[in-house]
């Protein structure tokens, strides 16, 4: 038997197929409710926050202090962390390992899925929110900061979920304990926390202060998005060295 | 190509303390070969590691020459039938072989998912999602991704789990119709009498290790050969016992109550061939033969520890 050449697929159209797939995956009923839960919350706040007497500093609150503390990071694990979390757990995940294709391009079809459903699952509704306080710096501060925020936050989560189990409560103590918590301590620890970048950028659109947000405007950007780089990176390199079941 | 396909070198893969493959050395060439043993053996873990799935502990595999973890020249000739019952539940079965075929480079997926489709005697219009399939249906989906590329390796990983007889026949056929056109096909199974219609070359896996490689029928005549525990039954157990001893067919026996003689064999074919000859001429009613250890457990255990 002669030997053919071996066939490839191209780098296009394996990371359409991936992304197809775990874009699909991502449609679950609890996952949707729980995101429109923290979306109706955000609305309601924004709204509450539209009516006060000092709309733009209520508004920098609401986004600052439950937007960017609560639904970019609670609602990108819940999307990040199953990515590929729930592939590796039901074991379908070798479907895409055992082709002839680098896993990066998993890794990087599965964040660009994962951010496919966050950005209007969380940013959209941030600022749906920011728009009923009525003040345009919120709008533009929160556009920017979520986006961010989501870009950085999918990626750190789709790598937790891909290497721990129960990434759910893994990921609920780090924004919790760690960016909710000790991160809050001081301006130091605070460079640990992406909430601490999302939070700046806020505050430079809106010229409202929030504690520990004084990174700079580009540096707030630079470092969640590689952050989120470097997490993907993290992630294709498990997928390359971990056994799969 | 002449040589081995599959080529498996003092493989051991341990989790923790757990030793699930321990010092296991063989070759594969084109053909079917059957990966036999019992439950727990090692057997998915062998696949496993020889899909690239997971690295051996220690020793190497080497699939087609190349490291099937890291080269992704020979992950693109491996077809792959996992053990794991789950797909992407959410296709239908056209799209899930379509994305197997897009994942391997198929110039034409779409038209290959149908045909591989067709060969397991799937429906490939079926507009059902596979979440909804039997298991009998998920396993001939999982067949069809794995040869929608026409690969020259297949690992099968207990594929004919849950299908019914005409199916069954219909993959085996199937899996010897891929066999004789070269491509080198594993199977792994724990079933001895669905081993024996795969052919000829078998290898047997238990408690890790490797236990036999080679033809299937003198694996088979070993397995029958080896010392063996019978318990007989008859009207006159002493003088039956009394026979047996003079044939030199046991090594060993005991007398129980009602007519009951449990004997040791080394050779159990002579003795299935004595026992009914030495009833008859003794005058003997035989009302029992029943082997006692006859299981395909202490058939493997047999085989990786004679004494």
Request: with cysteine; hydrophobic share 50%; glycine share 10%.
């Amino acid at each position: 038997m002669s030997a053919p050449t071996p066939l490839r697929p191209g780098l296009a159209s394996a990371f359409t197929a991936v992304y197809s797939v775990l874009l699909r995956s991502q449609v679950k009923t609890g996952r949707l409710l729980g995101l429109g839960a923290l979306a109706v919350v955000a609305l309601l706040l924004g709204a509450v926050a539209g009516t006060g007497d000092d709309p733009l500093g209520d508004g920098n609150q609401v986004i600052g202090g439950f937007g960017l503390a609560v639904v970019v990071p609670v609602g990108a694990l819940l999307i990040a962390a199953s990515t590929l979390g729930d592939l590796a757990e039901d074991r379908t995940l070798l479907y895409f390992t055992m082709r002839p294709m680098p896993r990066w391009v998993i890794a990087v079809a599965a964040w660009f899925a994962a951010l496919t459903v966050t950005i209007p699952a969380v940013a959209v509704p941030l600022v749906f929110s920011s728009l009923l306080t009525g003040q345009g710096a919120v709008v533009a501060g929160s556009t920017l900061s979520a986006l961010v925020g989501v870009i950085a936050y999918c990626g750190l989560f789709l790598w937790l979920g891909l290497v721990v189990s129960r990434a759910l409560i893994w990921g609920l103590a780090y924004i919790l304990i760690w960016e909710g918590f000790v991160a809050s301590a001081g301006a130091g620890l605070a460079r640990l926390a992406i909430r601490s970048y999302t939070r700046s950028l806020l505050t430079w659109q809106t010229d409202v202060e929030l504690t520990l947000a004084d990174r700079s405007p580009f540096w707030s950007v630079v470092i969640p998005i590689a952050v989120g780089a470097v997490a993907v990176a993290l992630t294709a390199r498990s997928l390359g060295r971990r056994d799969i079941d | 190509m002449s040589g081995p396909m599959v080529e498996v070198d003092s493989v051991s893969k341990w989790f923790g303390d757990l030793v699930a493959v321990s010092d296991v050395s063989f070759t594969v060439g084109p053909g079917v070969t059957a990966l036999l043993g019992p439950n727990g053996a090692g057997k998915s873990t062998l696949l496993r590691l020889l899909t690239g799935q997971a690295t051996p502990s220690s020793g190497s595999v080497r699939v087609l020459g190349g490291d099937p973890r890291a080269d992704e020249a020979v992950r693109a000739q491996v077809g792959v039938l996992p053990q794991q019952e789950q797909l992407f539940e959410h296709l239908r079965a056209e799209r899930f072989v379509e994305i197997a075929a897009i994942l391997q480079g198929v110039p034409d997926p779409l038209d290959a998912a149908r045909r591989a489709l067709a060969q397991v005697e799937m429906d490939p219009d079926d507009t059902r999602r596979v979440q909804t399939y039997s298991k009998g249906m998920r396993q001939r989906v999982k067949l069809a991704q794995a040869i929608v590329h026409e690969p020259r390796v297949v690992f099968l990983d207990e594929p004919l789990t849950g299908l019914d007889p005409r199916q069954r026949a219909h993959l085996v056929d199937l899996m010897h119709g891929l066999g004789a056109r070269g491509v080198c096909v594993l199977v792994s199974s724990h079933v001895l009498e669905e081993v024996e219609r795969f052919g000829s070359d078998i290898v047997v896996i238990a408690q890790g290790r490797l236990a036999a490689q080679g033809d299937f029928h003198g694996i088979r005549a070993l397995m029958d050969d080896r010392p063996m525990r019978v318990r007989l039954r008859s009207d006159q157990p002493s003088k039956l016992a009394g026979g047996l001893l003079d044939q030199g067919v046991v090594v060993g026996l005991q007398l129980g109550d009602d007519g009951e003689v449990v004997i040791d064999t080394e050779d159990a074919g002579a003795f299935a061939r004595t026992v009914a000859v030495v009833a008859r001429e003794r005058d003997v009613r035989l009302d029992e033969v029943v082997p006692l250890d006859d299981d395909l457990e202490s058939v493997f255990r047999y085989l990786v520890d004679p004494r």
